[in-house]
């Protein structure tokens, strides 16, 4: 047992001592909850005391959120989490904003040990808690994290989280949807949307990149989808470092992901196994024909329709694939290319 772990549990021994509840590994959130050991105490990575918050605190500083999430947060996507199941136990991701929330707009840095010294009240035994990292990444909380980048920001270390504030969502979450793409100045508007920050790897414009500290960053206009017109709806702020090396291969998404490819030519810089793979899943969807063959057929059918128009049957909005054309492929791009194969 660590000295960290004797201290929490003294903590806890003396919490139950005072408050002469009856405790076991086995007793749910629920009834724990309603003993409300307002008192129970965890230590931080510092050493220091910390006291866990009551029923009541936890339900007011949840309150407080609720409310900042309607006025500021709801139009911009982020997504408030109940605080209880329909079972009455509490809602783990709720607790861990309301735990990062505590005292706002005064909050701490919260480290993942306290976190998770916190979320055993309710489930004893509980291990890794993710729920910090989720809720910026999947559901939009500003929340910065010292194991993401964003933290070399901010004074925040590996395995500690912060809650920035609650106005704001998680540069870049659903950015693309607070912009107004038909306003002239929508380019400056999805930077700030942004953060002023690459979409892909996080650098802030006119401050050092984070993978080339001696390069300031630039952000251009990357492509969402290559295949599709540069202008509103298919762009994302790029750092000249991700947006160069990235050309044309890649379909990103509006947070900088990669979600497919755009040019068949990085299938060239896979490996033998993984192009195989590619042939043999190719090979079975098209049954082994010419692709020549496929096209003419595409061609025709495509020239079968406009001669004779379908009025009564409109046309699905997205062709079935096997009956699209393929794209033609530009031979522009040399062999000897720098940029990592990210799939
Ligand atoms: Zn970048």
Redesign the pocket.
């Known amino acids: 047992m660590t000295t960290r772990a004797k201290k929490w549990a003294l903590g806890l021994a003396a919490a139950l001592f005072c408050t002469g509840a009856a405790w076991s590994q086995e007793t749910s959130s629920q009834t724990l909850a309603a003993g409300d050991l307002a008192a129970l105490a965890g230590s931080t990575t510092d050493g220091s005391q910390v006291a866990f918050p009551s029923d009541a605190e936890i339900q007011q500083t949840y309150d407080l959120i609720a409310d900042y999430h309607a006025k500021h947060l709801a139009e911009l996507g982020v997504k408030l989490p109940q605080l209880r199941k329909s079972n009455g136990d509490y809602v783990l991701s709720a607790l861990t904003l309301v735990y990062l929330a505590r005292g706002y707009p005064d909050v701490k840095t919260v480290s993942k040990s306290e976190l998770t010294q916190f979320m055993r009240q309710y489930v004893p035994g509980i291990n890794d808690v993710q729920q910090a990292r989720h809720l910026a990444a999947q559901s939009g909380w500003y929340i910065l994290s010292g194991t993401r980048k964003d933290g070399r920001d901010m004074e925040i270390q590996p395995g500690e989280y912060r809650l920035i504030n609650l106005e704001a969502a998680y540069p870049g979450f659903n950015s693309q949807r607070r912009v107004d793409l038909s306003s002239p100045d929508y380019w400056e508007q999805l930077k700030a949307a942004y953060g002023y920050r ?1 979409a ?2 996080g ?1 802030k414009e006119g401050e050092p ?1 984070f993978n080339w500290p001696d390069t300031t960053t630039v952000l251009q206009k990357g492509h969402m989808d290559p295949s599709q017109a540069l202008g509103p709806g298919n762009l994302i702020p ?2 000249v ?2 947006n160069q090396p990235a050309r044309d291969f890649w379909v990103f998404d509006d947070k900088g992901r990669v979600v497919a490819v755009a040019n068949p030519q990085v299938i060239d810089r896979s490996s033998e196994s993984i192009q195989f793979r590619i042939y043999e899943k190719l090979y079975r969807k098209y049954g082994g024909r010419d692709p020549l063959e496929i096209e003419e057929a595409a061609a025709a059918a495509a020239e079968a329709e406009e001669t004779e128009p379908a009025e009564e049957t409109p046309e699905p909005e997205i062709a079935p694939e096997s009956e699209a054309p393929a794209a033609p492929i530009e031979e522009t791009i040399s062999d000897e290319l720098d940029a990592p194969i990210l799939f």
């Open positions: 690459c892909c790897c650098s990149n790029q750092c470092k991700c």
